[in-house]
């Protein structure tokens, strides 16, 4: 971390000629890009960027700079360092248009603000795709069959498989094939943002501003517009998605030398969705069930709603049986059942008890209910922050300690199996009606790492189930 600060550091001085005030860490996303907010001298400020995906780093800075020649409303790209692993680019501030969607609800601005934003992508497709360097792509310099079948196939097996439904997988694949044939029938293909959602999307002073291209590709316009109108986090109402789209469809109509059969698309855009709804499930089910990142699994519900959604009502101009099938059963209530969450009712007489504590000092806590003190998990595992002089007088509940265990430690693995088997007995707690459970972490002092696991316990427990918590931390009596 202090390697990637100093790197941050000297990128800035060297491009804006004075070392920065200030150096910030903002939360990661579900990349493996970490960012900083840097403050200049003189108060601007910046976005620097950390990411060892030298290649990934090189297609954002070459597509970056095309977009902006064509006026679009991308970060400006101010340096690169010479190993390629940290940049700078500008600004957009932290309130993105999914932030103002859940602030302010389904009302004219926000709606005023989705407008926009199709506008301005139609202009970023279709305009600043004339200035692309397609060979700069990370992946397929476009996004045909072969790419639709590889999102496909990620639903299957990630997320279509794990259900362990019956379906004829011959018949499958034959339905995939015929759809992502049909599906590249277009006359339109233009770059394609491939992550357009409103979350990459920057709101500041009015206007919006997009971010997260980076795996942008040659491919249909519709592909966008219904990752856009179709985010299950988003939730927009059936008019506002269909008057939203023919917006859309007057505005890329404008910018295209041959008019645009309005009906033919639509139909297109409705596999297009399809398609980026399973794309969706699978990333869902690859980092949830794979790489064991619970949140994942916590957004498949909404996910599996937008699906069931989709399915009663939208045509793709196609037939597809076998899969047709397949969808109906991974939108089934037997199915989004599995994956939601028991919620304790308000009178729920659980209380769930989770303490910090140190192995050399005071020992295991005892359990003062009588039910023989619960679970107990030893954290001397992990890599111990105390032993670094910066964090000896901080503790869990401090960022660069935060920093330092969720990044340079073995800490978010350990927690998820903690998370696993906790979430199983408090499942049954709940159920049975119990009041009391204990939840132990230990560290050798009692102050770095299991306050953290303490506090992100607790924070896990009344995000999924929504019971009572009480913390202690009991060589941290002043936390």
């Known amino acids: 971390m202090e390697n990637i600060n100093q790197s941050i550091a000297t990128l800035w001085a060297d491009t804006f000629g004075a070392a920065p005030s200030n150096i910030s860490k ?19 400020t910046g976005i620097a960027t950390w990411n060892n ?10 597509f970056s700079r095309s977009l902006r020649s064509k006026d679009c409303p991308v970060p400006e790209l101010y340096a690169m360092n010479a190993t390629g692993d940290v940049y700078l680019q500008s600004d957009f501030g932290d309130t993105s248009l999914l932030h103002e969607l859940e602030a302010k609800g389904y009302n004219s601005e926000v709606y005023a603000l989705f407008q926009q934003s199709l506008r301005k992508l139609a202009h970023l497709q279709i305009v600043g795709g004339e200035a692309i360097d397609y060979s700069q792509c990370l992946t397929a310099f476009e996004f045909g069959k072969q790419a639709i079948m590889s999102d496909l196939l990620y639903f299957k097996y990630y997320f279509l498989d794990t259900l362990k439904f019956p379906y004829d997988k011959q018949a499958l694949l034959d339905d995939f094939d015929a759809l992502s044939t049909y599906l590249t029938r277009t006359e339109n293909k233009h770059f394609m943002f491939r992550d357009f959602q409103s979350r990459n999307i920057m709101v500041q002073d009015g206007q919006v501003h997009f ?60 596999g297009y969705v399809l398609i980026r709804l399973l794309q969706v499930l699978g990333a869902y089910g690859f980092r949830g069930f794979f790489q064991r990142k619970a949140q994942f699994l916590t957004s498949i519900p909404l996910a599996l709603r937008n699906l069931r959604q989709f399915a009663g009502n939208r045509r793709m101009g196609i037939a597809v049986p076998e899969f047709d099938k397949c969808i109906h059963f991974c939108s089934s209530d037997e199915v989004i059942n599995r994956f939601e969450p028991l ?6 007489p659980l209380q769930i008890k989770i303490s910090s504590f140190s192995y050399k000092k005071h020992g295991i806590p005892t359990d003062d209910s009588g039910n023989g003190g619960g679970f107990v998990f030893d954290c001397r595992g992990i890599l111990n922050p105390g032993r670094i002089d910066q964090y000896k007088t901080l503790t869990g509940k401090d960022k660069p300690v935060i920093d330092y265990l969720e990044q340079q430690t073995d800490m978010p693995i350990f927690l998820n199996s903690v998370f696993d088997l906790v979430d199983i007995t408090v499942t049954d707690y709940i159920k049975r009606g119990f009041s009391s459970l204990q ?5 050798t002092g009692g102050q770095h790492r299991s306050v953290y696991a303490a506090e992100q316990t607790a924070r896990h427990l009344r995000n999924k189930f929504g019971v ?3 913390i202690v931390h009991y060589e941290q009596p002043q936390l």
């Not at 939840?439 to 560290?443: E, K, M, T, V, W």
């Open 439 to 443: 939840i132990s972490f230990g560290c």
């Open 26 to 44: 903002l939360p990661q996303s579900g990349s493996d890009r970490l960012y900083y907010r840097v403050w200049g001298a003189d108060g601007i």
């Open 211 to 270: 971010i997260d291209y980076q795996g942008g590709m040659l491919g249909a316009l519709q592909y966008d517009v219904a990752s856009m109108l179709w985010q299950a986090r988003a939730d927009l109402p059936e008019q506002w998605k269909d008057d939203l789209l023919a917006y859309y469809i007057e505005e890329a109509d404008k910018l295209l030398p041959q008019p645009l059969d309005a009906a033919q698309f639509t139909l297109q855009y409705n």
């Open 53 to 62: 995906n030298l290649k990934e780093n090189a297609t954002f800075a070459s």
């Open 468 to 470: 009572k918590t009480a």
């Open 343 to 348: 919620r304790a009712a308000p009178e729920s």
